[in-house]
Each structure stands twice: as C-alpha cells, then as structure tokens.
C-alpha cells in the first residue's frame, strides 16, 4: 500500500477555510434579512427573563435558610454541569429525532449553523447583530424555567421544605445564565479582561479548541466548568480537576494527540487506513 502524504495546515489552507466562513456569514444572515432584529435586545430580553426570575425565587424564600436546605445549591450545580456536557455531546452535536423535531432543530442550529459560522481560527462575531447565532432564544430560558418547575417541586415535597425548591430553580436559572455569559465570551475579541479573568480564560481556551472541527464531536463539550469533561476523559487536557477549572490559556498540558501535530499525524493515519480499504476491493 502506497502511504498518503496528507499536507501540513497551511497559511493557504486556513485562507480557503476563513473564506468558507465569509461564505457561510453571508449566507446565513441573508436568511434573516427581512426579519427585525436588534442584538443588544436579544441579550437584554435573556437578562431580564432572568434577572426577573431570580428576584422572584428569592423573594419567595422563607428567611432564615438551613444549612441543609442551602446543600441542594452545590448537588444541582454539579447536575448542571452534567446535563450541560450530555446535552452538548448526545443532542447538540448529533442528529436525533425527538418530541416536536427539538432535538433535531438544536442539533441544526449548533453543528450545522454555530459551527460553521465560528471555527477555531475564527472565534469572534463581527457585529451585534450576529448574536442571533451566539445566543439561544429567549424561549429556551422560559422552557428551562418550566421544566424545572417539576423536579423543584418534588424537591421540596420530599425534602419538606419550599426553599430547597427554589434554591434548585435559582441554580438552574444561575447556571443558564452563567452559561450564556461563558459563551458570550467565548466569541469576543481577545482583551486583557478576558485573558487573565479566572473561569473565563479558561473556557474560552476550552472552547475554542472545541471548535476545531477534527474533535468538535468528542472533545471540550463543558461551556461553563470543565468539570464534566474531566470527570468523562473528554478533555483535551491532560491534568487534574483543579488544573482544569484554573488552566486559563495554558497550552503545555494538551494531550499529544490535539496538539497541531498530533491531529495532523491523525489525519494522515486515517487517509491511509481509507487508502488500505480502497485497495482491499480495487481489482488485480
């Protein structure tokens, strides 16, 4: 079998793929070209929705709180952080048929539509309006607001206590908003603010190299903690939970195998496993 030689990522290559991206940006907005839309409005409706929520939740709690009703706040916080990374590496990136096309339509609108407007090299939006493609829609927050309601309730049924159900609808409302806010980072321009801002140094590493289209099915799924990610072995990085949540830009601990070099000996090994299989059914 004759070996493939696969090309190293070139200034040229990376050319071909920003103009891809130019085409798609275009493309995608002239969907909405006949349709009003603000995106300071769109972030402000988010914040408002929850903002109002919040302020709701916390004026119903019955003062003073338990220490044991105040443990539900860590437990969901981590529960969070779980169905954000299953969400992200079960629905969002995979194409599923669910209840009213849902699964489908989220799938459409991250791999299909957000992955092909950002790429590793291209991480930041060009003006506001393009946070259409940056944040979901306010209706997402409303719905996550009403399926909380139920596991809530029964919370506070079981534990007997009202405030551990709305400490539970706090947390998940927080982390929505946390995880909107990460996000929104995630495509700024690169600051001082951004670049040494605990968390948020952090995740924006994370998730740019999520955005790498070689592994952006199986690695860096956390858009909050990548706490899940360490906890699953879907991290690029190589390092304990701790280094994970505080690794900021540091690229030393990336596993070998995503690294630039590393995926490139990759792609080469599997151009040459398809080259292997082409020769398996070519005739004599």
Excluded at 39 to 49: D, E, K, N, Q, S
Excluded at 195 to 216: L, W, Y
Aim: hydrophobic content about 45%; charged content about 20%; proline content about 5%.
């Amino acid at each position: 079998m004759t070996a493939i030689a696969v090309a190293p990522i070139t200034d040229a290559f990376i050319e071909r793929d920003l103009a891809r991206i130019d085409e798609f940006r275009t493309e995608y907005r002239s969907r909405f070209a006949d349709k009003p839309y603000f995106g300071p409005a769109h972030a402000a409706t988010i914040a408002a929705i929850g903002a109002t929520a919040l302020a709701t939740y916390f004026t119903a709690l019955r003062k003073p709180l338990k220490t044991t009703e105040l443990a539900i706040v860590p437990a969901t916080f981590l529960a969070c952080n779980l169905v954000e990374w299953a969400m992200h590496n079960y629905v969002m990136h995979v194409p599923r048929k669910g209840p009213l096309g849902a699964a489908m339509e989220i799938y459409t609108r991250h791999t299909l539509n957000h992955h092909q407007f950002f790429s590793r090299e291209r991480m930041t939006y060009d003006d506001v309006n393009d946070y259409r493609i940056v944040f979901f829609p306010p209706v997402a927050l409303l719905s996550l607001i009403a399926l909380s309601a139920g596991p809530a309730a029964l919370l506070g049924k079981l534990f007997k206590s009202r405030n551990v159900g709305l400490l539970f609808m706090m947390t998940t409302t927080g982390m929505y908003l946390v995880y909107e806010t990460f996000h929104y980072c995630c495509h700024l321009e690169d600051n001082s603010f951004l670049r040494h801002m605990p968390f948020i140094n952090t995740i924006r590493r994370h998730h740019a190299a999520h955005h790498d289209k070689r592994v952006m099915k199986e690695r860096n799924m956390n858009l909050t903690f990548p706490i899940a990610d360490w906890l699953f072995r879907t991290s690029d990085l190589d390092r304990g939970l701790i280094g994970h949540i505080f690794n900021g830009y540091d690229e030393t601990h990336v596993k070998p195998e995503f690294t630039a070099d590393g995926l490139r000996r990759q792609a080469v090994a599997a151009a040459n496993e398809r080259a292997a299989r082409a020769e398996m059914f070519m005739p004599a």
